[in-house]
Nanobody, 124 residues
Framework: QVQLVQSGGGLVQAGDSLRLSCAASGRPGSSNVMGWFRQAPGKEREFVVAIRWSGIRSSYADSVKGRFTISRDNAKNTVYLQMNSLKPEDTAVYYC?????????????????WGQGTQVTVSS
């Protein structure tokens, strides 16, 4: 079992920055990939980006490319999502997730464990 605990998020204005954290405990070594998703009201859960503990990163969703950066600290078993130049359309609940797959899944179905979610609200 892997437990994921998220922190960060909140209410900011357009153009501001936020950093989300996701700390893995339990058996973090059993997961190969850590991903970030988001879900806005009335919309499906959207893949944002993923990273392997080796450091190999997936492509970013077009909607966040150039503004969001994923990183990881293996010593702390923690993955981060730095979000810059936030826009109102970035408003959503953000989730981190862990996958045991050898390949990097780009959909929610590929992930085995999920964080509790954290609200990010960007006002215009």
């Amino acid at each position: 079992q892997v437990q994921l605990v998220q922190s960060g998020g909140g209410l900011v204005q357009a153009g501001d920055s936020l950093r989300l954290s996701c700390a893995a405990s339990g058996r973090p070594g059993s997961s190969n990939v850590m991903g970030w998703f988001r879900q806005a009201p009335g919309k499906e859960r959207e893949f944002v980006v993923a990273i392997r503990w080796s450091g190999i990163r997936s492509s970013y969703a077009d909607s966040v490319k150039g503004r969001f950066t994923i990183s990881r600290d293996n010593a702390k078993n923690t993955v981060y999502l730095q979000m810059n130049s936030l826009k109102p359309e970035d408003t959503a609940v953000y989730y981190c997730a862990a996958s045991q797959m050898n390949l990097t899944p780009l959909t929610a179905e590929g992930y085995d464990y999920w964080g509790q979610g954290t609200q990010v609200t960007v006002s215009s």
